[in-house]
């Protein structure tokens, strides 16, 4: 059964992201990813990097098993709010390139720094991968 989307009655419709999700099955802990390729290069930018952090999470789901629709949450942990926020169409256009149309209960916090200096985000995943038929 794949995961049910949970969305109060009354509240307004969330724009690219969903209140929560519930599924069963097993769960996946996906630690924090940068913004670098598997050779350890940044791109320059937030939006090239965030696909990049966006592809590795993929990537890593894809030794469990999963995909995008498993993503129940995320926690993305930005140096700039501001940049975020200037490059949101830009940023969906990503998101659907590498994500589709499944968008995960998230959370944006600033935070002073990252492990990683060349890094402008770091984004957390939990997937729940269901039992398929």
């Known amino acids: ?27 996946v802990v996906l630690g924090g990813q940068v913004g670098c390729d598997s050779e350890g290069r940044f791109p320059t930018g937030f939006v090239d990097q965030a696909r990049q952090a966006l592809s590795n999470i993929l ?6 098993g999963g995909g995008a629709p498993d993503l129940a949450r ?9 940049d ?12 659907r ?19 990683e200096p060349e890094a402008l985000l ?3 995943a939990t997937a729940i991968l269901t039992d398929r038929p």
Request: glycine share 10%; aromatic share 10%; charged share 15%.
């Open 59 to 64: 990537a890593v789901l894809a030794e469990a």
């Open 122 to 124: 770091e984004i957390e």
């Open 74 to 82: 995320m926690t993305w942990f930005v140096l700039s709010l501001r």
């Open 1 to 27: 059964m794949p995961l049910t989307k949970l969305h109060p009655q009354g509240w307004p419709r969330p724009r690219g992201h969903t209140h929560g999700w519930a599924g069963s099955g097993r769960l």
């Open 84 to 95: 975020y926020q200037a490059n949101l169409p830009a940023l969906g256009d990503a998101w």
């Open 97 to 115: 390139e590498v994500m589709g149309t499944h968008f995960p209960a998230m959370t944006f916090v600033q935070v002073s720094a990252l492990v």
